[in-house]
């Protein structure tokens, strides 16, 4: 599918024969930007996010991830619920703070992940040209299920995005979005730097209180 990508189509740079464009390049510096932010629970991450998902609409639906640019749009609007429940998801419409998931809600989200995979994974492979339905639609419920996670700033949400980046790497690598590829490289270890920040987060929070 070819998607009219104006500047952001513009080529970058060639590495390794592969031509990187504009439109990669804001996306990695956004995506490197937003994901530092979070790891450091500064609330700006969210704009950054939601300007990085637009510029991600575009360059996945281009290289045929359809499911990965799908899956942009509903993180744009996460993006707006985490900027409010970051500043008023709290007791009495306070900041929230960073917390574990319950059993149940580990429960639930191990569930909707093997439920979205199945059903986006058969909707691709069904209704698109999608090259890599199974993988696109595993990394897109795992996505899904760690950006709410992120928005109710749960430390498993980190683990989730993990295990979602350990996909994402060979995965866009295959495309040849070597940069973007790279950038998942970095986000898995922002993701170690985000997982122990939060945790000592939540370790202070409850010697306080």
């Not at 897109?140 to 980190?158: D, M």
Request: glycine share 8%; hydrophobic share 55%; with cysteine.
């Amino acid at each position: 599918m070819d998607v009219p990508l104006g500047p952001l189509g513009v080529p970058a740079f060639t590495f390794l024969g592969v031509a990187t464009t504009w439109g990669e390049v804001a996306a990695f510096v956004t995506g490197a930007a937003c994901v530092w932010l979070v790891a450091r629970q500064h609330v700006a991450n969210w704009p950054i996010g939601i300007a990085n998902a637009a510029f991600f609409v575009l360059l996945f639906a281009d290289y045929g991830l359809y499911a990965d640019s799908g899956l942009q749009v509903v993180y744009i609007a996460l993006g707006a619920y985490g900027w409010w429940s970051w500043l008023h998801g709290g007791a009495d419409r306070t900041e929230l703070a960073v917390s574990r998931m319950s059993r149940g809600q580990r429960l639930l989200v191990a569930a909707f992940v093997a439920a979205a995979t199945v059903l986006l994974w058969r909707a691709l492979d069904r209704l698109t040209d999608s090259t890599v339905p199974a993988w696109d639609g595993l990394t897109t419920a795992l996505s899904l299920a760690a950006t709410w996670g992120q928005a109710r700033k749960k430390i498993e949400s980190w683990w989730i995005w993990i295990a979602a980046d350990a996909i994402y790497v060979p995965l866009y690598a295959s495309k040849g979005l070597w940069l973007t590829s790279g950038l998942y490289v970095v986000f898995a270890m922002l993701c170690v730097v985000g997982l122990r920040s939060w945790r000592r987060s939540s370790a202070s929070a409850e010697l306080a209180a």
